[in-house]
């Protein structure tokens, strides 16, 4: 975490941007989608600077450093657990493994949510995909 803190102005701007879940004087929470669509675009080799001020992210406020070490724990995230590695767990997740078993309704809603979250992902790609095709059409 970084030791610089954010003053109530930077606190304000930064809470506007539709990426950010949260804000405080310590840290930033960003949202999920923000991280996927991270991942899908340092992938393609953009640099996580230019991800950033690309999605309305004042660099000078959130700092190279904050930058750095986000994306650096968001590809860790991705490469050892896949995109699911990339959702904020805090609110539901004390940290403890669950000790008991699943039932076949819990086992089903878990797959159905883990369905539903790789749909999204799919479509994200699809509208990243397109919107580069309809930029390359424009360049010719």
Same mark, same amino acid.
């Given at each position: ?20 879940? &949260? ?23 953009? =640099?996580?600077?230019?991800? =950033?001020?690309? #999605? ?5 406020? /959130? ?6 070490? &986000? ?7 991705? #490469? ?13 997740? &004390?940290?403890?493994? &669950? ?28 509208? /990243? ?12």
């Amino acid at each position: 975490m970084s030791k610089r803190l954010f003053t109530e102005k930077e606190i304000r701007i930064l809470s506007k941007n539709l990426y950010v879940k &949260s804000v405080s004087e310590k840290g930033i929470t960003y949202t999920d989608e923000f991280k996927r669509i991270f991942i899908t675009e340092n992938e393609k080799g953009k =640099f996580p600077r230019q991800i =950033f001020e690309d #999605h309305g992210f004042d660099i000078d406020i /959130i700092g190279k450093e904050r930058i750095k070490s &986000s994306g650096n724990r968001w590809r860790a995230a991705y #490469h050892k657990y896949g995109i699911g590695g990339l959702q904020d767990t805090r609110k539901g997740n &004390s940290g403890r493994p &669950s000790e008991k078993e699943l039932s076949i309704e819990e086992k089903y809603k878990r797959l159905e949510a883990q369905n539903n979250l790789l749909k999204a992902e799919i479509e994200l790609l699809k509208k /990243i995909d397109m919107a580069e095709r309809r930029l390359k059409k424009k360049q010719k």
